[in-house]
């Protein structure tokens, strides 16, 4: 996998509990994995359609080589990495603010 991507649009759900974005029609043109142990760069864009006006979010997933050629360097960081992870599980509770356009 070099890179996948893929686009989530505003959900106009009356449902409370629904997905604030989503897209119900992504169909990969090919398989990817991620993969166990591998570091990724993960980014999230804001774009709008030139065609439609539309607004939407497209995800970016891709290996970062930069992480991979530099481990040996930064190894001494492990555990300040393990740190960081923890205070991001305690994260998980707090309220999500809406993404504004």
């Given at each position: 996998m070099?890179?996948?991507?893929?686009?989530?649009?505003?959900?106009?759900?009356?449902?409370?509990?629904?997905?604030?974005?989503?897209?119900?029609?992504?169909?990969?043109e090919e398989d990817f994995v991620l993969k166990a142990g591998v570091p990724y760069e993960i980014s999230l864009f804001k774009n709008t359609s030139e065609k439609t006006g539309?607004?939407?979010?497209?995800?970016?997933?891709?290996v970062?080589?930069?992480?991979i050629e530099n481990k040996d360097v930064y190894a001494h960081l492990k555990d300040v990495t393990d740190s960081i992870k923890e205070q991001e599980v305690d994260k998980k509770d707090l309220p999500n603010a809406p993404i504004e356009f």
């Open positions: 070099e890179k996948v991507a893929f686009n989530i649009f505003k959900n106009e759900s009356e449902y409370e509990n629904a997905p604030p974005y989503r897209n119900n029609e992504f169909v990969p539309t607004q939407y979010l497209r995800v970016s997933v891709k970062n080589e930069w992480a």
